[in-house]
């Protein structure tokens, strides 16, 4: 134990405290500059910390947070608990601060054999502390004050105060939804992006755009023509890609996820996150990565370093496994990467009939955990309250938490504060759940649809 030479600290400060005008400065006085950075100016509300709280509070099923409730595969689980409890303790201790070796090394295989380069392990990957950290990293590291980045709405909903904490300025443009001609059910390949609009967004003050595909909310899954689009003004207007992928095995009914890193002139101005909480069902781990050029990584490098600095070494191990493991049954049906995609479509499928069965228009999604529904018909449940200043699916996803008990995350909250009120009759379900919650959730569903009914 350390002992303090001499009196002790509190005979020293009572001695302080009765000498001669000390009082004044006792420990009651309070502080009165302000204490918040500017750069928190706007930023403090944060719409998960109010509707989490509701959902544990009145939900008897949580469609909304999106995590699986399912576990994660077996062989990953055995792959943590060997590298917890096997015999080389160095896993307990530090590891390399941008990536622990073995990660980055099979990261390194796995991602240059999909975007067909040779990746150095050391300055091509590095790992993060979920794909969250890989966001921030981007933003500090490249967004100067003034600086603006093009976010595509609906997203993430992190980016926005991410890039301000950066001094940059987000600009926003919208995914525009275009009705099915045939009567169809929507899908999210029905929302696009207004080439012209795209274009205007770019100017000589652009500094990156991000890209998030498959994207959350709405399970949209970028076509070819899509990215090229973007990559053809992100290479004519020399701007950075900072490209989310993180839900990049997760898409559906035989639809291809295209890299945008992998297209003519992007290499060099993308970086790529990815994360193996969504990758391998683990999203309590918290390991990402970011996979890019030497020259960007660099910079990522720097702000890790002075803040983060390191990763959990075993989780980190585990995740090396996992990948070793996928590697080896690349494209085969035991793949966990071909297997999960399978079970959540059908999954995506169970939810898509639940929700039409209660009159809600589900959009089908190409993509991700998510699926967002239409619920303009609901006007009787939950009438309009014009000139309110919260958006209408806010207060129809607390209604439906409180009296239905089923948690749902309002679509609004994707967008920025102008645009909420445009697309504020939709809800975001996430539907990576067990199936005995996606039947509890059915016989809600159904419970309401009979009351809806009944005179
Ligand atoms: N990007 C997107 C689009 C996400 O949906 C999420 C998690 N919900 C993240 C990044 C963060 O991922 P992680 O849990 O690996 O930090």
């Known amino acids: ?61 949580n469609l909304g947070q999106g995590f699986p409730d399912f576990p994660p595969p077996d062989f990953l689980q055995k792959a943590f608990v060997r590298a917890l409890s096997g015999e080389n303790h160095m896993l307990h201790q530090y590891t390399r601060a941008f990536g622990h070796p073995p990660l980055v090394k099979i990261l390194a295989q796995f ?54 904490m950066a001094g940059g300025m987000p600009v926003f443009v919208p995914l525009r939804p275009k009705a099915p001609k045939d009567g169809k059910l929507m899908s999210s390949a029905d929302w696009h992006l207004d080439p012209a609009e795209l274009a205007s967004k770019f100017s000589e003050r652009t500094k990156a755009i991000v890209l998030n595909s ?46 945008i890193a992998s297209l003519q002139g992007m290499w060099d101005r993308t970086v790529t996150i990815g994360s193996a909480g969504k990758s391998f069902s683990a999203t309590g781990w918290k390991v990402g990565w970011t996979v890019g050029p030497n020259r960007l990584l660099q910079h990522l490098r720097t702000v890790h370093q002075n803040s983060v600095y390191h990763c959990a070494t075993v989780a980190q191990e585990a995740v090396a496994q996992g990948f070793q493991r996928e590697l080896e049954l690349y494209g085969k049906p035991e793949s966990y990467f071909i297997q999960l995609p399978k079970e959540l479509q059908q999954k995506r499928d169970w939810l898509v009939q639940s929700l039409g069965a209660v009159g809600m228009k589900p959009i089908i999604p190409e993509g991700t955990y998510f699926l967002v529904a239409d619920i303009s018909e609901f006007k009787s449940d939950v009438p309009d309250v014009p ?19 089923l948690a749902a995350i309002p679509l609004s909250a994707f967008y920025c504060g102008a645009h909420k009120n445009n697309y504020n009759h939709f809800i975001r379900f996430c539907f990576a759940k067990e199936e005995a919650t996606l039947k509890a959730a059915n016989d809600i569903l159904q419970k309401w649809k009979r009351e ?3 005179p």
């Open 214 to 259: 498959p994207n959350n909310p709405l399970g949209k899954v970028f076509s070819r023509g899509e990215l090229e689009l973007i990559a053809d003004l992100c290479v004519k207007h020399d701007v950075l890609c900072i490209s989310d992928e993180v839900y990049e095995w997760l898409v559906y009914d035989g639809k291809e996820h295209i890299r």
């Open 1 to 61: 134990m350390l002992r303090r030479a001499g009196p002790s600290l509190r005979h020293f400060l009572l001695e302080r405290k009765s000498s001669a005008g000390y009082s004044s400065y006792s420990s009651e006085a309070k502080m009165s500059r302000p204490v918040q950075a500017r750069r928190l100016e706007g930023i403090d509300k944060n719409i998960w910390v109010e509707f989490v709280k509701l959902a544990a509070t009145y939900s008897t099923v």
């Open 111 to 164: 991602f240059g054999k999909l975007l067909g380069r040779d990746l150095d392990p050391m300055t091509n990957v590095m790992v993060t502390v979920g794909a969250y950290q890989a966001l921030f990293c981007c933003f500090q590291a490249f967004v100067d004050e003034g600086d603006e980045v093009i976010i595509i709405e609906p997203f993430f909903d992190c980016y926005e105060p991410m890039v301000k």
């Open 387 to 405: 000139d309110s200043d919260e958006p209408y699916d806010s207060r129809f996803a607390k209604w439906m938490v409180k009296n239905k008990g």
């Open 452 to 454: 809806k009914t009944s």
